[in-house]
């Protein structure tokens, strides 16, 4: 069984930036990814990236990969969502998860940790 816990969430202004951290606990061959999601009311769930437990292919989606990064420290067994130039639209709720692979489906993440609050003001 993997656990997961995010941290780091909080309140900004818009042009700051956050760290936020996700340790994971009880690894495993069915969580050799791990990914950041955010969502917030009303919506779907959406997918940011994700990164092999190898730390590499980290991967951002497009349309965030000028602004956010995602990396780990495998020591700490920690993945990071580094956040620069925040908007208010980037306000959510975070959420790391795991899985065997980086799908794009959300359904077939396995492993979901409890989410993190990033609030933006203008």
């Known amino acids: 069984q993997v656990q997961l816990v995010e941290s780091g969430g909080g309140a900004v202004q818009a042009g700051g930036s956050l760290r936020l951290s996700c340790v994971a606990s009880g690894y495993g061959e069915s969580s050799d990814y791990m990914g950041w999601f955010r969502q917030t009311p009303g919506k779907d769930r959406e997918r940011i990236g994700c990164?092999?437990?190898?730390?590499?292919?980290?991967y951002v989606i497009d349309s965030l990969s000028g602004r956010f990064t995602i990396s780990r420290d495998n020591a700490k067994n920690t993945v990071f969502l580094q956040m620069n130039s925040l908007k208010p639209e980037d306000s959510a709720m975070y959420y790391c998860?795991?899985?065997?692979?980086?799908?794009?489906?959300?359904?077939?993440?396995?492993?979901w940790g409890q989410g993190t609050q990033v609030t933006v003001s203008a």
């Open positions: 998860a795991a899985s065997a692979r980086c799908w794009p489906d959300i359904r077939r993440w396995n492993y």
């Open positions: 990164i092999h437990r190898t730390g590499d292919g980290a």
